[in-house]
Nanobody, 119 residues
Framework: QVQLVESGGGLVQAGGSLRLSCAAS????????MVWFRQTPGKEREFVAS????????VVANSVKGRFTISKDNAKNTIYLQMNSLKPEDTAVYYC????????????WGQGTQVTISS
């Protein structure tokens, strides 16, 4: 059974940091792109960052560039989202997803982890 399991969310004050994890299991993801999205009630899902498993190339949304970093640990089959200088507008449910490289169909999704930033 393929699973993406997010963890690391929580409540922090503005200016603080969190590191989210997405543990992937159940198949080989070497040909996949791993993506972090976030969503708040009443708003569309927003792309945050992505990393290609095969070559570690990354893309980061302008809204978080310079504050968020995406990375991976091959040995643990886990991707991370390091979030620094957090702002109240970063409050959202953060989701991990996986799509085959070259496709825009997302095959797998995690359950999400809540991130709340207090001002």
């Amino acid at each position: 059974q393929v699973q993406l399991v997010e963890s690391g969310g929580g409540l922090v004050q503005a200016g603080g940091s969190l590191r989210l994890s997405c543990a992937a299991s159940g198949r080989t993801f070497s040909s996949y792109v791993m993506v972090w999205f976030r969503q708040t009630p009443g708003k569309e899902r927003e792309f945050v960052a992505s990393i290609t498993w095969s070559d570690s190339s990354t893309v980061v949304a302008n809204s978080v560039k310079g504050r968020f970093t995406i990375s991976k640990d091959n040995a643990k089959n886990t991707i991370y989202l390091q979030m620094n200088s957090l702002k109240p507008e970063d409050t959202a449910v953060y989701y991990c997803a996986a799509r085959p490289s070259g496709w825009f169909r997302y095959d797998y999704w995690g359950q999400g982890t809540q991130v709340t930033i207090s001002s």
